[in-house]
């Protein structure tokens, strides 16, 4: 289940990103292009300033400049709103040609339950789909068959203000109880440490899994596998202790007490307009805080009890082509040449991406990220846990979470249990 990355494999790229659009030879490969309707429909999910929206942009005016037939319209929806959204067209019969899917397991609209249920098409003739690195290919692929392409191999971390730790005197923390002393020391400056937007209760999810990646899978890389077959249970230490660790943060104050009237992009403004130090997030946000007016750092964060820092990243979001499509094989030459290496298609791909490539051979060239490449080559890294558990557990997680923080009537051991008991009824 480790997530074993080379540097050799990462490149400018960005969480569910998919920079493709047309090549210029155009395409008649359906009813639908003979009858002249040529409408080329994309969904996904992301903030405008994120990584999918400014994919989206991007790929609509290469897709209509290199195929004049084509008309490309985009749907970009908050991500609480984009499964529901997608269920309803998919049960409708009204699917977008193309929409954004999660990695394994992770999620409703994982690339395992849409492939499973028959929605998504079956990518096996693509060309180039032996360029990605192993952990891409299994990533979003069913049963041995490949059904999506992502561009990117996302990291969450702790994204913080560099002049504010150096004006403090804080070096960067190696361990957890470093850590929460660089929190206390900001807390006792004035200075707010953390910062987080759990309106948006999906950005739970960004720090609770940098902790589990120290926590949980360093003491048993096969934990999740384990769920399956009762050997472990989240209410084992493990994960009650990662729970604990997590909502120490909180109860200590060095997270925003408004976070839960918060959501991303507010969070982000406010780290942006350094009113706190720290935000967790992904690499995939690196959009919306590149223009910060401080030097701006990327780290892992140090929830190991000794030794070394582990880091939480995965294979990020990619586009399925739907299986409802009237225009499939025009979206698999598409697919296609944004792989081949050389092409236009596929220096649009990378140049739109921003952080890790899942393209074999590209070298990393965004330096804000340069603190976590050790950890990839060191192999200390371990993929994001929901991708693992079936879609809702981290729902679930995020649900119980918010109450114990909002209320202070719920426990970690509370929290373990409600997402033990909601493993069991989706496994």
Not at 105 to 128: H, P, Q, R, T, W
Not at 197 to 217: E, H, L, P, R, T
Not at 296 to 318: K, Q, R, S, V, W
Request: aromatic share 12%.
């Amino acid at each position: 289940m480790k997530r074993i990355l080379r540097l050799s494999a990462l490149a400018i790229a960005s969480m569910g990103v998919l920079a493709a659009c047309g090549n210029g030879g155009g395409s008649t490969d359906d009813s639908a292009a003979d009858s002249g309707e040529k409408t080329i429909t994309v969904m996904a999910s992301g903030v405008k300033d994120g990584s999918q929206g400014v994919f989206l942009e991007s790929f609509k005016e290469l897709v209509e400049k290199q195929y004049p037939d084509y008309t490309v319209e985009t749907t970009l929806l908050p991500d609480d709103q984009y499964y529901t959204a997608l269920k309803s067209k998919l049960s409708t019969g009204q699917s977008p040609d193309l929409f954004l899917v999660q990695p394994k397991k992770a999620s409703a609209s994982s690339v395992e339950e849409m492939a499973e249920a028959g929605y998504i098409e079956d990518l096996s003739d693509l060309e180039n789909w032996d360029k990605l690195i192993d952990q891409a290919k299994a990533d979003m692929s069913y049963e041995d068959k490949p059904y999506a392409l992502s561009s990117s191999v996302g990291v969450l971390g702790t994204w913080y203000n560099k002049d504010v730790f150096e004006q403090n005197n804080i070096a960067i923390p190696t361990n957890w109880q470093e850590f929460l002393a660089a929190c206390e020391q900001l807390k006792a400056a004035g200075i707010t440490p953390i910062v987080m937007g759990d309106k948006d209760s999906y950005m739970i999810q960004f720090g609770m899994y940098q902790v589990a990646a120290n926590q949980v899978y360093t003491a048993n890389a096969d934990f999740d596998n384990q769920l399956y077959t009762g050997e472990t249970k989240f209410t084992d230490e493990e994960w009650v202790n990662t729970i604990t660790m997590y909502k120490e943060l909180y109860d200590k104050g060095y997270v925003t007490e408004n976070s839960l009237g918060l959501g991303q992009p507010q969070a982000q403004q406010l780290f942006m307009d350094q009113k706190a130090a720290m935000i967790f997030d992904g690499d995939f946000s690196y959009p919306a805080l590149e223009d910060a007016a401080f030097n701006l750092g990327f780290m892992g964060m140090p929830a190991n009890d000794e030794g070394d820092t582990y880091i939480a990243a995965a294979t990020g979001a990619g586009y399925a082509i739907s299986s409802q499509s009237e225009h499939k094989d025009m979206l698999k030459d598409v697919f296609n040449e944004m792989t081949d290496g050389s092409s236009e298609l596929y220096n649009a791909w990378v140049s739109t991406a921003t952080s890790f490539s899942t393209y074999k051979g590209v070298e990393l060239s965004n330096e804000v990220f340069a603190d976590v490449v050790p950890a990839f080559e060191a192999s200390q890294s371990f993929y994001w846990c929901n991708q693992a558990w079936p879609a809702g557990t981290e729902t679930e997680m995020q649900s119980k979470f918010s109450e114990m923080i909002g209320t202070g009537k719920v426990t970690p051991e509370e929290v373990a249990e409600a997402m033990q008991k909601k493993f069991e009824e989706l496994k």
